[in-house]
C-alpha cells in the first residue's frame, strides 16, 4: 500500500503530530507513506513529494506548523494560474490530479486540512479518489467533530495573553480589548474569554450593542473594578451591521476578516471615557508547540485514518465523538458551519459569570 497525505488552508498547531502518527501506523502494516507538498501542488509539481519514514517524523510531535507546507490559495478545482500577460486565471486542473495520483501508484490520499480543504477532499472523492480527511483548524468550526486539532493551543494562547493584559489594565485603570481569530465561529472567543476572566465576550454569533458593552464597563467601575477586559471575535459584528474586513475579497471568494477589537476600543473610549486599548492576537494563535491536548487528538486522528484506509471507508473524515475517534461522511462535515449554539452550557455558564455578550 502507498499513502498519500497532504495538509492545507492555514496551518494549525499538531498537523505535524498527526502525519506522525500516520507515519508510524501506515508502517507497522508494512505500508509507505509520502509527504505531498503545500496541499495538491506536489500532485500537479510532482518533484514535491517525500517519502515519510519513521525515522524522518520520530521527533516532530511537539513541532508547530506543518513539515509539508501548505497553500492557502491551492485549490485544483480554482487553481491560480499566472498567464504569459501576468494576469491570474482560476483554472479546473484537478483532473491533472487525479491522473498524476493514478500513475504514481497511491492507494489512498489523506487529506488534513479545514472547512476548504473537506470541500475540496469532497469533490476529489467524487470524482473517484480514495480520500480520509482529518479535520484541523484552530476555529473550531468543523462540524461533526467534537473538536478539531489545533483548538486548543490557540485558546491556550489567548488565555495567556488576557491574563498578561489583565493586570497592566488594572495598573492603568483601562480597558484592554482583545481581538482573536475564529472566522465566523466564536469558540477561541468564547473558551479564552471565559477562561481568562474576561467582563465582556463578543462572536459572531450574537451581534453586539455597543451600548450595552459600555454599560458593563460603567457597571464595572460602581463596582470598584475600574478596568475591564473585552475579547472580541474578528467575525463579530454589531446588531444591524457587518463583518470588518481588512481587505477586499481574496481568491475563491475568501475575505480577510479583522479590525473590530480597534473600533470597539474607539468606541468604547469615546462612550465612557475610560482609557481604552487595542490588541490583535493574530498569527500568534496558530504558532508554537502543540498542548497536550492537540498532540494526543492529533496522534488519534493520524492512527485512525490509516485505519479508516484499512477499512476501507472513503470520503469519510475521522471525527472525535465524546471520548471515541469515528469515521463521518465528509459531506457530513462540510454541511454546516459549527457555530456556538445558542442553548449551550457554556454560554450559560459565561452569563452566570456575568460576562456580558452585548446583547
Ligand atoms: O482559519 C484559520 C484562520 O487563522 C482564521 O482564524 C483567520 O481568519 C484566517 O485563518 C487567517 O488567514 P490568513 O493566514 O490567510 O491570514
Not at 97 to 124: E, P, Q, T
Not at 183 to 202: C, E, Q
Not at 227 to 243: F, T
Not at 286 to 302: E, I, K, N, V, Y
Request: hydrophobic share 40%; charged share 20%; aromatic share 6%.
Amino acid at each position: 500500500m502507498k499513502i498519500a497525505v497532504n495538509t492545507g488552508g492555514g496551518d494549525a498547531p499538531g498537523l505535524n503530530a498527526v502525519i506522525r502518527g500516520i507515519v508510524l501506523a501506515a508502517s507497522q502494516k508494512g505500508w509507505e507513506v509520502f509527504g505531498i507538498k503545500y496541499g495538491y501542488r506536489g500532485l500537479i509539481d510532482t518533484k514535491q513529494i517525500i517519502r515519510l519514514t519513521p525515522e524522518f517524523v520520530w521527533d516532530i510531535t511537539n513541532i508547530g506548523g506543518t513539515i509539508l507546507g501548505t497553500l492557502v490559495k491551492g485549490d485544483p478545482f480554482n487553481y491560480p494560474i499566472e498567464k504569459s500577460d501576468g494576469s491570474i486565471v482560476e483554472t479546473d486542473i484537478s483532473d491533472t490530479v487525479v491522473g498524476n495520483f493514478r500513475a504514481l501508484g497511491f492507494n489512498a490520499l489523506i487529506a488534513i486540512g479545514g472547512d476548504g480543504s473537506m470541500h475540496i477532499a469532497d469533490k476529489f472523492f467524487k470524482k473517484g479518489m480514495p480520500i480520509i480527511g482529518v479535520p484541523k483548524t484552530i476555529d473550531n468550526d468543523i462540524s461533526s467533530t467534537d473538536f478539531t486539532f489545533g483548538f486548543d493551543t490557540a485558546v491556550n494562547t489567548a488565555t495567556e495573553a488576557i491574563d498578561k493584559l489583565h493586570t497592566t489594565a488594572k495598573s492603568h485603570d483601562r480597558v484592554m480589548v482583545v481581538e482573536v481569530m475564529g472566522r465566523y465561529a466564536g469558540w477561541i472567543a468564547l473558551h479564552s474569554g471565559i477562561s481568562g476572566s474576561a467582563n465582556v465576550i463578543l462572536i459572531p454569533e450574537i451581534p453586539y450593542d455597543i451600548e450595552k458593552v459600555c454599560n458593563k464597563v460603567k457597571q464595572l467601575s460602581l463596582i470598584g473594578q475600574n478596568y475591564a477586559i473585552v475579547v472580541v471575535a474578528e467575525g463579530a459584528k454589531p446588531l444591524g451591521g457587518d463583518i470588518t474586513i481588512v481587505e477586499g475579497v481574496r481568491t475563491g471568494g475568501e475575505v480577510r476578516l479583522g479590525g473590530v477589537g480597534r473600533k470597539t476600543a474607539e468606541e468604547i473610549m469615546k462612550r465612557t471615557g475610560k482609557e481604552t486599548r487595542s490588541i490583535v492576537l493574530g498569527h500568534l494563535q496558530r504558532g508554537g508547540a502543540p498542548t497536550t491536548f492537540d498532540r494526543l487528538l492529533s496522534l488519534r486522528f493520524g492512527t485512525a485514518a490509516v485505519r479508516l484506509v484499512e477499512a476501507g471507508v472513503f470520503g469519510s473524515m475521522a471525527a472525535l465523538r465524546s471520548t471515541e475517534i469515528v469515521a463521518v461522511p465528509i459531506t457530513e462535515a462540510i454541511g454546516q458551519m459549527k457555530s456556538v449554539p445558542m442553548d449551550s452550557d457554556i454560554l450559560r455558564s459565561a452569563r452566570s459569570l456575568g460576562i456580558s455578550f452585548g446583547d
